[in-house]
């Protein structure tokens, strides 16, 4: 089942749009757990993490999301604390939102989701970038995937202390 009807923020921005990339994972913690995790995640603690964003040109000294705020030229658009937060990669001709949802389903167990959408604002640019996005699709999934796989395993050795 997936939550993405829930993602206020999400569907505040960008409603309509021509791609998107979704991947959600069920975490044996709380929400308010999770949001914080996933917003001070290092994900240099994955080596195929690490090795595709170096492949794709990104930076990868700083592998956090206030890395990515600083160094790729993200924003951090607007967060529902606790809830879900939302970040701007658009570029020209391109807008591009990705965001991370935390939905309690018990006391100590949350559906984390990530889902990234893409707009493109003309025919050409649609055209461009669906070559683009069909080479790097299968590699961004993986890198959402590899995502959750941290903020679960982070959490729980959080939990452990």
Same mark, same amino acid.
């Given at each position: ?12 921005? @960008?409603?309509q ?29 994955s080596? @195929? %993490?690490?090795t ?14 206030p +890395? ?16 879900? =937060? ?6 020209? +001709? ?7 949802? =935390?939905q ?11 889902e990234?959408r @893409?707009?493109?604002l003309?025919n050409?640019i ?7 996005? #069909? =080479?790097?699709?299968? =590699?961004? +999934? #993986? @890198? ?10 982070? %959490? ?6």
């Open positions: 089942m997936q939550f993405h009807l829930n993602k206020m923020l999400l569907n505040k921005y @960008i409603p749009y021509n791609y998107h990339e979704y991947h959600q994972a069920t975490i044996n913690a709380t929400a308010k757990e999770c949001f914080l995790t996933a917003k001070n995640l290092d994900m240099s603690k080596w @195929i %993490t690490k595709l964003m170096k492949l794709r040109g990104l930076p990868t000294n700083e592998l956090t999301l +890395g990515f705020l600083n160094k790729v030229c993200f924003t951090l658009l607007e967060e529902d604390l606790y809830t879900e =937060f939302l970040i701007d990669a658009s570029q020209p +001709g391109l807008k591009i939102y990705w965001n991370f949802y =935390f309690p389903l018990s006391p100590n167990e949350t559906m984390v989701s990530t990234t @893409i707009l493109c003309s050409k649609k055209r461009r970038f669906s070559v683009y996005w #069909f =080479f790097v699709r299968p =590699f961004s +999934g #993986f @890198i959402r995937l590899e995502i959750l796989r941290l903020i679960k395993k982070t %959490t729980a050795a959080d939990r452990n202390f």
